[in-house]
């Protein structure tokens, strides 16, 4: 698995752990992570969905030989319930992963993953290097 991008780490982001071959990223409340008091900002829940629906992405493409660019074509992210001040995990699955574009839906959620507190849906555009 590659390393998060600056961003992520700059938010506290990490992977957690590995689930059916995808990662489960995580972040722990912080200052930098704060909206209102004791509540996750909105801007710091979608970068953990967007960092998850990459991380996962990333881990798909592993295997091929070139690692292509990835560019956001579409990120819509539904806010469930606030994230409160507790650690808080996502996890992205690939709904289509083909030559051209990618489709992710990814879930967060913290003590109980029955019960997310925000989702997203990415379409994303796979573009090959020039050779």
């Known amino acids: ?10 938010m506290g982001i990490a ?7 995808l990662p489960i990223v995580a972040v722990d409340f912080a200052p930098n992570v704060e909206g209102r008091p004791g509540v996750f900002h909105g801007g710091a829940t979608s970068g953990l969905l967007e960092t998850a629906g990459y991380a996962a992405l990333r881990s798909a493409l592993a295997d091929r030989e070139v690692q292509p660019q990835l ?7 539904q806010f469930l319930s606030a994230a409160k001040n507790r650690t ?3 996890k992205a699955r ?3 992963l083909g030559r051209r574009n990618a489709n992710l839906t990814v879930e967060a959620w913290q003590e109980d993953r029955k019960r997310p507190v925000a989702t997203a849906v990415m379409n994303i555009l796979v573009v ?3 050779v």
């Open 88 to 90: 808080t995990y996502a």
């Open 128 to 130: 090959s290097p020039e």
């Open 71 to 77: 560019k956001p074509v579409n990120i819509t992210v």
């Open 94 to 96: 690939i709904t289509k």
């Open 1 to 10: 698995m590659a390393e998060l991008p600056p961003y992520a780490r700059s």
């Open 15 to 21: 992977v957690d752990s590995l689930e059916d071959g």
